[in-house]
């Protein structure tokens, strides 16, 4: 079994920062890819960034240049520093990953889900 486990969530004024992070835990052989993906009411969950084990970052164009993903390998954790954060960045956001186990292709996991909230 995989585990992912967010936290970091909250409510943050509009221009403030946070930081979400997401844990990957259990009998994982190697991850490929952490990412985190955002969820807004009543529209569709969307990539917000994505980070290989080799590297390779991705970001979606609304965030480029406010949020930073990050992945420390041996602590199977991937990190999504949030800055200038605006009104529509309000989503509850999911971390994934494509992790590979023994005996078994890689697979697709998911967190629970944090809840991002920028208001005034």
């Known amino acids: 079994q995989v585990q992912l486990v967010e936290s970091g969530g909250g409510l943050v004024q509009p221009g403030g920062s946070l930081r979400v992070s997401c844990v990957a835990s259990?009998?994982?052989?190697?991850?490929?890819?952490m990412g985190w993906y955002r969820q807004a009411p009543g529209k569709q969950r969307d990539l917000v960034a994505s980070?290989?084990?080799?590297?390779?970052?991705n970001y979606t164009d609304s965030v480029k240049g406010r949020f930073t993903i990050s992945m420390d390998n041996a602590k199977n954790t991937v990190y999504l520093e949030m800055n200038t954060l605006k009104p529509e960045d309000t989503a509850i956001y999911y971390c994934?990953?494509?992790?590979?186990?023994?005996?078994?292709?890689?697979?697709?996991?998911w967190g629970q889900g944090t809840q991002v909230t920028v208001s005034s």
């Open positions: 259990g009998s994982i052989v190697s991850i490929i890819t």
């Open positions: 980070i290989t084990n080799r590297g390779n970052i």
């Open positions: 994934y990953a494509k992790i590979s186990r023994k005996f078994m292709r890689p697979s697709d996991y």
